[in-house]
């Protein structure tokens, strides 16, 4: 069975840092395709970044520069460093997985099967 159980998140002022963590069980991190979204609110959910199965990166265009997406092969941990925080990226944040991604250059919400259960992540100005 696979079980993502996410840990991080919180609250906290415009220009600080936060990180998400999301160790995997039951799954492989390593050998598969996986990624971070957010949901806003009152907006659809969005890709965030992604690590494909070799190990290319995609982030999107609103975190490129901010946030780092990587994963602890020894720990089978898939992690979010988010720095420069903005109102904007106030959100709940899901880590996710899946067999294949489809796509090179976007992050495809509907490749993921397996999800983490989302933490809050709330930036105050």
């Known amino acids: 069975q696979v079980r993502l159980v996410q840990s991080g998140g919180g609250s906290v002022q415009a220009g600080g840092s936060l990180r998400l963590s999301c160790p995997a069980s039951?799954?492989?991190?390593?050998?598969?395709?996986v990624g971070w979204f957010r949901r806003a609110p009152g907006k659809e959910r969005e890709g965030v970044a992604r690590i494909g199965r070799s190990g290319a990166i995609i982030y999107a265009d609103s975190v490129k520069g901010r946030f780092t997406i990587s994963r602890d092969i020894a720990e089978n941990t898939l992690y979010l460093q988010m720095n420069s925080l903005k109102p904007e990226d106030t959100a709940m944040y899901y880590c996710?997985?899946?067999?294949?991604?489809?796509?090179?250059?976007?992050?495809?919400?509907?490749?993921?099967?397996?999800w983490g259960q989302g933490t809050q992540v709330t930036v105050s100005s």
């Open positions: 039951g799954y492989i991190l390593r050998d598969h395709c």
């Open positions: 996710a997985a899946t067999d294949y991604c489809s796509a090179v250059t976007r992050i495809v919400e509907e490749d993921f099967p397996y």
